[in-house]
């Protein structure tokens, strides 16, 4: 049973899914992308990793916008440039949002000063609602083998880069935020979402256990967001089994419901 998100969220808040939605691009059928709009609908804001740079990514997010749009809220999109990606995999990323609950303020874009130190450099987009502005970070890391830890050491220089901003990292880090490499994130004000919180999808479910590994998170500064809800989604309850489940994504979405502090 598809879980009801909207009477969670107050009028002066705002609701944030990130999801990795694996291989997003000509081969998700209109039954996935239904499906995947069905399950982020009352959210305010989408963040997608993982789309794909070539042909048919482009496409994805467009039809998921004009499914989005038959749910009863006008919603706008834009997708980023190709990652830099000089060393590993090319992707995008997106956002989809409500322009009847945020504005988007000005032009997204691509980190630029750490694209050679990071293989898929991060998404930002400038959002306002209420007259409070926020920055949302999307990011997907390179996968455990490869070290992740090893790019996500660059983020204690984000916020510096921009010490005007409320930023908001969300993503697929492909690390645990217990790992120390998020100490200096923490040191700054910084607060993880989640704590043991599995994200991603087993091959099989065990005993009812059908997560794996702790890789999904939204970091958030706890000076300037106030916290009212957070929860992931476990779409796969509503699939017929884990590998059809995993044809839509192998990470299940993660979501937050905040206010800003005056």
Sequence with gaps: MLLTFSALFAQNS???CSWNLRDFGQTKSDQEISFIAE???DFD???IQKVIAGYGGAQAVARLSDELNRKGWKWNYIISEPTFSSSYKVERYAYLWKPGRVKKVGETWLEQKFKKEIDR???YANFEMNGKLFTLVSFHAITKSKQPETEI????YLPLEYPDKNLI???DFNCPQSHTVFNPLKAMGYKSVFVNQKTTLRQQCINGDCLASEFDNIFYHAT???LLNSGVVHFYNRCTSIQTASMISDHIPVFINFSFYP
């Design 39 to 41: 399950t982020v609908k």
């Design 14 to 16: 705002v609701s944030i």
């Design 45 to 47: 804001i989408l963040a």
């Design 224 to 226: 300037k967001v106030r």
């Design 153 to 156: 050491k660059y983020f204690r």
């Design 121 to 123: 450099e991060p998404y």
């Design 169 to 171: 990292f969300c993503g």
